[in-house]
Antibody, heavy 113, light 108 residues
Framework: QVQLQESGPGLVKSSETLSLTCSVSGYSISTGYYWVWVRQPPGKGLEWLATIHLSGPTYYNPSLQSRVTISADTSKNQFSLKLTSVTAADTAVYYC??????WGQGTLVTVSS | AVVTQEPSLTVSPGGTVTLTCGSSTGTVTSGQWPYWFQQKPGQAPRTLIYDTTNKHSLTPARFSGSLLGGKAALTLSGAQPEDEAEYYCSLSYSGDVIFGGGTKLTVL
């Protein structure tokens, strides 16, 4: 059973970089699957951010492409998200997931001025 | 592209309802790997249906996915009170994923 857990700072200052890590258990990320980051601003819908497949291409939301990076560390069975130059609009619950199977519980990241 | 869903629907307990997921680019195809997710207040989303028709191992049998009238569809047959939730679909556009705005389903 695949399980995912997000970790990272809950508070980030405006203009700085948001960094989150997703720890995966129950499955080796290098074996397969597409691993994604999704966010949800308070009271709003879901927004896809990025996808990584260890043996395939990486995809980014075009509206964020210049600011977002997804990467993986197979030795730790983790994948990560970096979002640069954050503003209040980036305040959201951030989820890691493999869309066809499992989601993390989500982590609230607040951008402060 | 924009993915469209009904903003809200209501179903009676035991009744049947179909939620749809349309694309501004035209007919939704299986090649867009339609997904359906359920989210209850304060909880993370959970996957119900992937790749148009495939059920997650934990998805109740009363949920089914299909293509219907040029859209992806999620049908709930025999609605239960616990099915009241927000439902999101997603479509893939050459690897980019777009979520619909969500359908708030009320069981009443």
């Amino acid at each position: 059973q695949v399980q995912l857990q997000e970790s990272g700072p809950g508070l980030v200052k405006s203009s700085e970089t948001l960094s989150l890590t997703c720890s995966v258990s129950g499955y080796s990320i290098s074996t397969g699957y597409y691993w994604v980051w999704v966010r949800q601003p308070p009271g709003k819908g879901l927004e896809w951010l990025a996808t990584i497949h260890l043996s395939g291409p990486t995809y980014y939301n075009p509206s964020l492409q210049s600011r977002v990076t997804i990467s993986a560390d197979t030795s730790k069975n983790q994948f990560s998200l970096k979002l640069t130059s954050v503003t209040a609009a980036d305040t959201a619950v951030y989820y890691c997931a493999t869309l066809h199977d499992a989601w993390g519980q989500g982590t609230l990241v607040t951008v402060s001025s | 592209a924009v993915v469209t869903q009904e903003p809200s629907l209501t179903v009676s307990p035991g009744g049947t309802v179909t939620l749809t997921c349309g694309s501004s680019t035209g007919t939704v195809t299986s090649g867009q790997w339609p997904y359906w997710f359920q989210q209850k207040p304060g909880q993370a989303p959970r996957t119900l249906i992937y790749d148009t028709t495939n059920k997650h191992s934990l998805t109740p049998a009363r949920f089914s996915g299909s293509l219907l009238g040029g859209k992806a569809a999620l049908t709930l047959s025999g609605a239960q009170p616990e099915d009241e939730a927000e439902y999101y679909c997603s479509l893939s556009y050459s690897g980019d994923v777009i979520f619909g705005g969500g359908t708030k389903l009320t069981v009443l």
